[in-house]
């Protein structure tokens, strides 16, 4: 599914290297976590996956089904299935919820070749997933994430998610600002996208998101690469004893 080799990133004016070597392969079906301290450069990884402005890549590959992520724009590595999940979801004043989930997603059924919903079955479809994740029809046309709670701008960010279905899933620290309700909701929308055909790749500081989307691997992320690669004990390790133990051994 998504497979990255050497992968190396800095900022865009040269000022500072984020990403010094990260290789890490996530096959279909599979929930990956990605744990580590502050300026790791976890999120920064997302960004660059994403095709988000202000870096450059300076070295390596990233492929998603074996085509090259690098080489596209950021609104065609979304229709080839690539989705993220913000950690600080940014309002857009006076765009309506369903008229920006209706574009985002006939946008990417057309270039993917696919019909375009009509309006009859996209609301449909919307009230569908919404319902789900306690989303009411109130909040869906109010401005995208105006005014939103950081517990409904997640869940709009999952609400997103589950229209769009795409194939590789990246949550950005998905857990920030949420009360123990709106984690529980929001992991059982994530947990019900689960598929064979689909990945995630789970941005986390903390242990308790982890509890509610279980991972099959979590990696340790230090200082621009993956410095280590467990099982979902490997988080449990690092919510009892913190990070320095690992950081030890890499120092050793």
């Known amino acids: 599914m998504l497979e990255i080799k050497n992968l190396h990133a800095e900022l865009e004016d040269g000022s500072k290297q984020i990403l010094k070597g990260v ?15 502050n300026g790791s450069g976890k ?18 590959a990233a492929s998603l089904n074996g085509e090259d992520l690098l080489a596209m724009e950021p609104e065609e590595r979304a229709a080839a299935g690539l989705f993220l ?8 004043p006076g765009v309506g919820n369903l008229t920006f989930l209706r574009t985002a997603v006939n946008a990417q059924r057309k270039a993917r070749g696919e019909e375009e ?6 609301l449909k479809l919307v009230r569908e997933k919404a319902k789900t994740l306690n989303i009411d029809a109130e909040m869906l046309k109010r401005p995208v994430n105006v005014g939103f709670s950081g517990g409904e701008k997640k869940r709009n960010e999952i609400l997103q998610m589950a229209m769009l279905e795409p194939k590789m899933c990246i949550l950005d620290e998905t857990d920030s ?17 689960r598929a064979p055909d689909r990945s995630f790749l789970v941005i986390t500081h ?5 509890d509610h989307i279980r991972p099959d691997v979590v990696h340790i992320m230090y200082n621009g ?14 919510e009892k004893n913190g990070y ?9």
């Not at 919903?117 to 996209?122: E, H, I, N, T, V």
């Not at 903390?206 to 982890?210: G, N, T, W």
């Open 23 to 37: 290789d890490l392969t996530v096959p279909a079906g599979q929930v990956h976590a990605i744990m580590g301290p």
């Open 43 to 60: 999120s920064t990884l997302s960004y660059v996956l994403s095709g988000r402005d202000g870096y450059e890549v300076t070295e390596g």
């Open 85 to 92: 999940a913000f950690q600080y979801p940014v309002e857009i």
């Open 117 to 122: 919903l009509s309006s009859g079955d996209f």
């Open 177 to 193: 600002g949420l009360d123990v309700d709106a984690m529980r909701l929001v992991s059982e929308g994530v947990n019900a996208l």
């Open 206 to 210: 903390y242990q308790r998101l982890l």
């Open 225 to 238: 690469r993956i410095i280590k690669t467990g099982g979902p004990e490997l988080a449990l390790e690092v």
């Open 244 to 252: 320095a133990d690992l950081l030890a051994e890499v120092a050793e």
